[in-house]
């Protein structure tokens, strides 16, 4: 039986070697086929050595025009019959911005492209923190585009990306392994498990963001997520968020296609609607006035509960409210730009 698994594990080293090491030779002209969590991964899991091979082809590294630092990663999907790159807007940036995506092409040849972002969200962890651009149509018959799907709390997801600079003394893609538990608003929650990373020092794996979280359903892996960013939670755990990418990709999609013209999306509070945002603005702050006097005060901005505007009263369990309170949301779009919504409570 041993002897079998080898001989598996040898095949599909063959099959991988030139996509890992194509995109691999990217980072800083790494000369290892798999980091060593990849190849961890793919002794211990003939399935995710597969989906690893697989989904290298739908990722992109993207960078700044003139600069050779990795910002992150990307991953191609098909909507309305073009392909697009997602990535989180704190690494794409607002519509117009300029940026550089790597990638294995046809025969597995390393391709440097420009692009264009075309529609975005905005940053943070209650945001649809997503910035698309349209991949060149010269690109696509060399990268095989990933499906979305709607998330499963109740099987195992896959994440493979690229971080920026050595972390670990990786260059190439890392695959980690997640667990969702939470689906709200715009927002995925998951615990993390990456081979070979101690609790006690977690990997800082600074620059993974954007990284398809993947899933399995009816019959093919689909992209339920976008890697935004990761925590330590209060038992020591590493807790991971990503954007829940069939709730925002329709809204940017729409956005651009000139289907929705307007507001988006409600901020809510307790069921009452406070009023509309826009897919490019985000909930700042929360106050509570009392008085004509200012009791209660919080920035949302890296706040992970909530994690969508809708459940913002999260932020206020420190203050029991009181009749006649007055909430002041301090709302902020890509240029910082200041309104405000103010709700009595009754």
Request: proline share 6%; with cysteine; charged share 20%.
């Amino acid at each position: 039986m041993r002897l079998i698994k080898f001989f598996i594990f040898m095949l599909f080293l063959a099959a991988v070697h030139p996509v890992v090491y194509a995109q691999g030779g990217l980072l800083r002209g790494a000369k290892t086929v798999l980091s060593p969590q990849a190849a961890a991964v793919a002794r211990q899991s003939f399935k995710q050595a597969w989906l690893l091979n697989n989904v290298s082809r739908s990722l992109v590294q993207v960078s700044r025009p003139g600069a050779s630092e990795v910002l992150g990663t990307g991953f191609i999907f098909r909507a309305h019959k073009r392909l697009w790159v997602a990535m989180p807007y704190h690494i794409g940036g607002v519509a117009g911005s300029r940026r550089i995506i790597r990638f294995a092409g046809e025969n597995n040849l390393p391709q440097e492209r420009e692009i264009t972002i075309a529609v975005n969200g905005n940053a943070g962890w209650h945001a649809p923190d997503v910035s698309l651009a349209l991949l060149p149509e010269q690109d696509f018959s060399a990268v095989r585009p990933l499906e979305i799907g709607w998330p499963n709390l109740n099987e195992t997801a896959y994440s493979f990306g690229y971080v920026s600079g050595r972390v670990a003394g990786l260059d190439e893609i890392l695959p980690v392994e997640r667990h969702i538990f939470s689906a709200e608003g715009f927002g995925l929650i998951s615990d993390r498990v990456i081979a070979g990373e101690n609790l006690a020092a977690p990997f800082n794996i600074s620059g993974y963001c954007g990284s398809p979280v993947l899933q399995y359903f009816q019959g093919e892996w689909r992209a339920v997520g976008l890697h935004t960013g990761s925590c330590l939670a209060p038992d020591g755990r590493s807790r991971s968020y990503a954007v829940h990418l069939p709730r925002v990709l329709p809204l940017l999609l729409r956005r651009y296609l000139g289907k929705d013209p307007g507001y988006s999306r409600s901020l809510l509070f307790r069921g009452w609607n406070l009023g509309k945002l826009l897919p490019s603005e985000r909930v700042h702050s929360i106050e509570v006035w009392r008085g004509g006097e200012r009791v209660f005060s919080r920035l949302l901005r890296n706040f992970p509960d909530p994690y969508s505007d809708a459940h913002s009263e999260l932020a206020l369990v420190g203050i029991e409210l009181l009749p006649q309170d007055i909430l002041r949301y301090e709302i902020r779009n890509n240029q910082r730009e200041v309104r405000y919504l103010s709700y009595t409570l009754p």
